[in-house]
């Protein structure tokens, strides 16, 4: 009989990367299901595109980096979906085959693969795209012939947003095809946190800072309104909830996750407030992703058996 | 408010597969493998030689220093005296003893009925003879570690935590011999005289939480804290911090938080060998997993191989993948079956493949998961890092040696890194460094 002799543990649990990536992709569901709802059949095909495209690129950049074939982590349809969802339904197939390849090839695979990149690759995509095409990345559709201004844009005059909170909340507003339901994000959210595949130290920490933060230096005389749609509105539940999360781009130790969900709120407000476009997510956690090691380094825990600030 | 470790994982507990009223004796097994070292310590040398007639509790090897005596198990003529296979992997000096099956055992030597007339250092020399070591695995000398213990500590602790899966050893000695747990426990308060002697068991355990229960009232001074399950439960230090709140301090004893601990087994023959005069010849042994035919709990003489053992639990599945030493979380994989059960031997496990197991193409996502679950608090993630590329700076900067060794993080890690693996590498690699 020929017995494997291995090191210790010999049991492993059931926690499995692929597992986990398809968790996100279901918890991501409800956003997309209240995008394709509002702005219509096109929302789906720009995500539909979006995924196959982050799956294509993985596949040619192994088979011509001569890598193993990472598919099976799932990590690619993650990518794709995240950045789909960041973008207008109204958007080129191009665009969002463009922003996938980017995402993919560039922002994760040549900096290291999995786990290794340094910046979100959905939102360095983003990124690079609202450089090259910002005009139709910021074009948003009019749903019900209202308008077609997201909140935030009014919130820039400033002046609090047309739609009622309950729209806000519900998602019966224009803008990018993932953000517009806080509800359809929030499940997505408890979904992850209840399968223990993200603590909630992070959104929370995000969310709490950007409602603080709104709350004081509102730009209303309704300060309690004003931090609700300041929340509700944009990118910054799914930002929160998705992106900060993002395993590879966020600090692991406990006090590094708040610490850092805090810097993503504090920033999201700032380029808000003084930025050039109404939004701010992409940028605030793109600059955090660059703290991540060094926020991982400041806040290791407490040695076991050294009291706070005692040297052995 | 009952205190808690930090971190720890719930791991499929899979007791149920050995539990069994009573132990049952394994076949007494027609030769015997006695290892000169089934301690942390100097090995013992040899007292006997090929062709000697030995007895059952006849002392066969011995040595100065940190060093206890083993016995042999069985009566009849030792065979050999040759480094053989051990549990731990490697080969090591061992007695090997024909059984005669007559059992003659030698009369017990000294010993005392009543141990409170007894001075502790009459005790101790009574431990040391009976071979006594920490059962529960690290084998450390019984009476080396009570001496250095004397004085300092305020609270003893029997350990019946028995966090690993699978195992029962514990459970079922206190199931089925608990006063001689209760009783070891006073034996060792008269040595060290301590505020609190402490019963610490999982709740996973109601039975034996039951009978020792009933008795607790016969025994002034012992409490029982029945401790939520949870792994590494039973890992000393976090058992510390679970029953009083206090961190061992890196590097250090349990003596440092003034705490000793003995694992339960270690306190049921303290009581033996003091009050019945009898050496450490058997233990209880788990003989379990999916692997196995029938699971069984058995009564083991020391020195009987894991062959003999698999081949009275029905034989092993064709599947069988790995035979453990010890627990699926912290024991030896072993590659040749001839191997004894020594002294620490708590189980001897069968396992499948794991479905759950290692990745093709291990890699790290940073999703933290290890940070969370290591009770130690260190970043298994970065030590797993800067093992890699073997920056013992940093190794020793995020305190690799404070690593216990548990597995928590590699049971957790959903890239099935293998943390634990190189996480020893890298102590080795910082032990390296320094020694330089």
Redesign the interface.
């Known amino acids: 009989?020929n017995?494997?002799?291995?090191?210790?543990?010999?049991?492993?649990?059931?926690?499995?990367?692929s597992?986990?990536m398809l968790d996100v992709v279901v918890a991501l569901l409800p956003a997309l299901v209240v995008g394709t709802w509002v702005l219509g059949f096109r929302a789906l095909a720009v995500t539909a595109v979006s995924m196959a495209s982050a799956v294509g690129a993985e596949w040619l950049y192994c088979m011509a980096a001569g890598k193993?074939n990472?598919l099976r982590?799932c990590s690619a349809l993650v990518t794709g979906m995240l950045l789909a969802l960041t973008l207008p339904a109204s958007v080129p197939l191009g665009i969002a085959v463009l922003g996938s390849v980017f995402a993919i090839v560039l922002a994760k695979c040549m900096c290291g693969?999995?786990?290794q990149n340094i910046l979100n690759p959905a939102l360095a995509a983003r990124a690079f795209l609202m450089l090259l095409f910002p005009a139709a990345l910021t074009r948003y559709e009019a749903i019900d012939g209202i308008s077609s201004a997201t909140p935030l844009h009014r919130m820039v005059m400033p002046a609090l947003p047309e739609y009622s909170l309950m729209d806000m909340f519900l998602g019966r507003i224009p803008g990018s095809i993932g953000e517009l339901s806080a509800l359809a994000l929030l499940l997505g959210g408890v979904f992850l946190v209840a399968r223990k595949v993200i603590?909630p130290k992070i959104p929370l920490a995000y969310l709490g800072s950007v409602a603080v933060l709104t709350l004081i230096f509102s730009k209303t005389g309704s300060p309690v309104d004003w931090m609700l749609y300041s929340v509700l509105g944009g990118g910054v539940m799914l930002g929160a909830i998705f992106m900060a999360t993002d395993?590879?781009t966020?600090?692991?130790?406990?006090m590094g996750?708040i610490l850092y969900g805090i810097g993503c709120g504090v920033l999201t407000v700032f380029f808000r407030y003084f930025g050039l476009f109404p939004e701010g997510v992409t940028y605030a956690i793109l600059l955090m992703n660059l703290a991540t090691w060094g926020i991982?380094r400041i806040t290791?825990?407490?040695?076991?058996?050294?009291k706070k600030g005692e040297q052995? | 408010m009952k205190r808690r470790f930090f971190g720890g994982i719930h791991p499929s507990y899979r007791k149920e597969l050995s539990v069994k009223v009573t132990p049952s004796v394994a076949v007494i097994p027609k030769q015997v493998v006695i290892p000169m070292l089934q301690h942390i310590g100097v090995p013992c040398v040899p007292l006997v030689k090929v062709g000697d007639k030995v007895l059952r509790g006849q002392k066969i090897g011995d040595g100065e220093g940190l060093c206890v005596p083993v016995h042999a198990s069985v009566s009849g003529t030792v065979i050999a005296v040759e480094p053989r296979p051990h549990p731990s992997g490697k080969l090591i000096n061992a007695v090997v003893i024909e059984n005669d099956f007559q059992d003659t055992t030698i009369p017990p030597r000294t010993y005392c009925q009543n141990a409170e007339a007894m001075d502790p250092d009459a005790i101790l020399g009574l431990i040391r003879e009976a071979g006594i070591v920490g059962m529960g695995g690290a084998a450390f000398p019984g009476n080396v570690k009570a001496l250095s213990e004397i004085g300092k500590v305020d609270t003893l602790i029997a350990n019946a935590c028995e966090c690993e899966p699978y195992i029962t050893a514990d459970d079922t000695l206190l199931r089925t011999n608990p006063e001689q747990v209760l009783r070891g426990m006073q034996i060792l308060c008269r040595v060290l005289q301590p505020k609190r002697a402490i019963l610490a068991v999982e709740d996973n355990k109601q039975e034996a939480i039951a009978k020792v229960k009933n008795l607790l009232p016969e025994y002034a001074g012992i409490e029982l804290e029945v401790l939520p399950t949870r792994y590494p439960q039973g890992a000393e230090k976090q058992l510390i911090q679970a029953l009083t709140g206090r961190e061992v301090l890196p590097g250090q004893l349990p003596v440092s938080a003034h705490c000793a601990v003995f694992n339960v087994s270690t306190f049921a023959a303290i009581y033996r060998a003091v009050e019945l005069g009898v050496p450490v010849t058997s233990r209880i042994v788990t003989v379990s997993g999916e692997a196995i035919r029938e699971p069984q709990i058995f009564i083991v003489r020391i020195g009987t191989s894991f062959h003999d053992l698999i081949e009275v639990a029905g034989g092993l599945n064709d599947s069988t993948e790995r035979v453990i030493s010890g627990g699926p979380m912290m024991g030896i994989a072993q590659s040749d079956l001839s191997v004894p059960v020594v002294k620490a031997t708590n189980s001897v496990l069968c396992l499948l493949k794991d479905r759950n197991g290692a990745a093709e193409n291990p890699v790290c996502l940073r999703c933290g998961k290890c940070v969370c679950v290591c009770p130690m608090r260190l970043q298994p993630l970065y030590l797993y890092r800067f093992e890699k590329v073997k920056n013992a700076r940093e190794l020793e900067r995020l305190h690799v040696m404070d690593c216990i060794e548990c597995g928590s993080c590699a049971f957790t890690c959903p890239g099935k890194l293998p943390l634990v693996e190189r996480i020893r590498s890298g102590k080795q690699l910082l032990k390296e460094a320094k020694s330089k």
């Open positions: 009989m017995l494997t002799v291995q090191s210790s543990p010999h049991i492993r649990g059931v926690f499995k990367t597992r986990l193993q990472t982590d693969g999995l786990g603590s395993y590879a966020s600090p692991v130790t406990p996750q991982d290791a825990p407490r040695r076991f058996g050294v052995v």
